[in-house]
């Protein structure tokens, strides 16, 4: 059985969980509108001029989805978006080790130590096999 391993930088990350919470935001106004104005996803899709399937695939994921899209949306369902970019802490930009480092641990505050760190060896790279 094969398997893959995935890796995201955390810049995709943290793009990949933004767009999930707009559709999930879009899915909760839709739901919320079909329950009390009963707004359909085909009304919707009229109102915009494409197809329904178009709004489906893009509202569940199976298609991106333009900002110029989600406003649209935004609008037939009569709602306002709210956008904000806020500063996150920093964080280290490496957790990569050299083999063998020396680094201060300190277990409580009048007892510093020196520990040698080892650095975690990383899963194989199907990809490496493919290239190879």
Do not use: C
């Not at 995709?12 to 879009?26: K, P, Y």
């Not at 178009?54 to 369902?77: F, P, T, W, Y």
């Amino acid at each position: 059985m094969q398997s893959y391993q995935i890796s995201l930088t955390r810049h995709e990350r943290a793009a990949g969980r933004f767009i999930s919470s707009v559709r999930r935001a879009l899915q909760r106004a839709l739901a919320e509108e079909r329950t009390t104005r009963g707004v359909t996803q085909a009304a919707i899709a009229e109102e915009l001029g494409v197809n329904r399937s178009v709004i489906n695939r893009q509202i569940m994921g199976k298609e991106d989805i333009s900002l110029g899209r989600v406003g649209a949306i935004a609008s037939v369902l009569g709602r306002s978006i709210t956008f904000s970019l806020d500063l996150v802490p920093q964080q280290p930009v490496s957790n990569t080790y050299t083999f063998g480092q020396k680094i201060d641990v300190s277990l409580n505050a009048d007892e510093p130590r020196s520990d040698t760190v080892w650095p975690r060896i990383p899963r194989h790279d199907p990809r490496a096999m493919i290239a190879g």
